[in-house]
């Protein structure tokens, strides 16, 4: 058999993409400005509904800083921080200088634990301090608890910062992610449900709001014919020719994340009879995820001793790539000094956890050689 690498989650072309490249090359538009950047966000603004502006930047990470600043984060704040996530979702708060109190997560959805986070607030008032900003996930593209959250949120009159960095087609109760914060953000880097080979997207309620976003993005510079600056900047917006791309993989995304749901399936399919592994699947129907990586937690009590990492060194043998949960950011050498509110949820995921070949891509053929991994692990 065939022994390529299959990956966790490649890159997938739609098969337009260069048409919107070479078009930035015929009109030389190869710049962080032109007709791809600003195609690129009015694609995001009608696919996501709820009239948002979208701003796109240079990636996920910068938009998750902006956001910040946007919601005035600075030196000495406080902000409240999802603590099993990718780093990026925490590490803007600290280029802000600004502290992260980072919070469990609830065993529904994997995402930031409601109960954790009030007692959090609560405790963050009474030493005088009001939390700048919620930093809220949705991992693995399943939504967090949206209702609980929002409640939380504005019985204490803070903002939400909902990082959809891995929620792109991903809805609520028929809402799009990425327009349930009061800022939301998104990613393209190459391995996520679309890329624009690297980028991101900031989503704003208002287009104020977005121009603002825009203006830190371009280096701040304020309306004069020489170069003159009023606040700090960034060189934080997209390139025209990734923008292409990014059209090209507008038109596909929709499919990309049907197929994603199919591996899901897939994957609960093919565990549905070993006892002991369960496929990561959202609590309820009101949840649309799109399942950017499936995710296994296995009870190595059930399994006769086999774990997550015996199943990961027995993919990697085969050339299948998988990889270990989101290691909690409270576990984490950078961010272990900081506070942490929640039990072990999270950790406990970590720990038992593994995220599976995802990508849309993915062939027959990768299916057979992943199931027969798993029969063969499984006897
Ligand atoms: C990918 C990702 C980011 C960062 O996005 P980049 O475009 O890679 O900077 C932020 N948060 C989460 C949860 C992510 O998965």
């Known amino acids: 058999m065939n022994n390529t690498k299959i990956w966790l989650s490649s890159p997938h072309m739609g098969g337009n993409e260069q048409k919107f490249v070479n078009e930035a090359f015929d009109t030389n538009w190869v710049a962080p400005l032109g007709p791809n950047v ?33 919601l005035g984060v600075q030196t000495g704040d406080v902000v409240l921080c999802q603590s099993m996530t990718f780093s990026a979702s925490a590490n803007p708060i600290l280029y802000q200088g600004a502290t992260p109190i980072f919070i ?29 900003a919620i930093i809220a996930v949705h991992l693995y593209g399943v939504p967090y608890q949206i209702e609980a959250v929002r409640k939380i949120a504005d019985k204490y009159g803070i903002p939400i910062l909902e990082d959809s960095a891995e929620a792109l087609g991903s809805s609520y109760k028929g809402q799009k992610c990425g327009t349930f914060g009061d800022i939301g953000v998104l990613s393209f880097n190459g391995n996520k449900i679309i890329t624009t080979s690297g980028g991101g ?75 002991g592994v369960g496929v990561f699947t959202a609590p309820t129907t009101d949840y649309y995820p799109n399942y950017w990586l499936s995710a296994i937690i296995i009870d190595s009590e059930l399994t006769n001793g086999i774990t997550n990492e015996t199943l990961r060194l027995a993919f990697e043998a085969e050339n299948i790539e998988s990889r270990p949960l ?29 995220c599976l070949p995802s990508g849309s891509n993915l062939t027959n053929e990768d299916r057979s050689r992943i199931a027969s991994v798993v029969k063969r692990i499984f006897v």
């Open 201 to 275: 997207a900031i989503v704003t309620k208002t287009k104020a709001q977005k121009d603002k976003a825009v203006f830190y993005a371009t280096q701040s510079r304020d309306d004069a014919p020489h170069y003159q600056h009023s606040h700090i900047g960034y060189n934080y917006r997209m390139s025209n020719i990734s923008a292409g791309i990014g059209r090209g993989q507008m038109e596909v995304l929709d499919t990309h994340v049907d197929l994603r749901r199919q591996m899901q399936e897939f994957y609960v399919d093919l565990f549905q009879d070993i006892a």
């Open 104 to 132: 469990d997560s609830e065993p529904e959805t994997w995402n930031l634990c409601p109960i954790a986070l009030e007692v959090a607030i609560k405790d963050s008032l009474s030493q005088g301090n009001t939390p700048k």
């Open 38 to 70: 600003n195609g690129l966000e009015q694609d995001l603004e009608l696919y996501l509904g709820q009239e948002v502006s979208v701003g796109a930047l240079s990636s996920g990470t910068a938009a998750i800083h902006l956001g910040l600043i946007l």
């Open 326 to 354: 989101w290691k909690p950011m409270h576990l984490q050498p950078i961010f272990e000094n900081y506070p942490y509110y929640g039990g072990t949820v999270s950790e406990d995921l970590f720990n038992n956890g593994l």
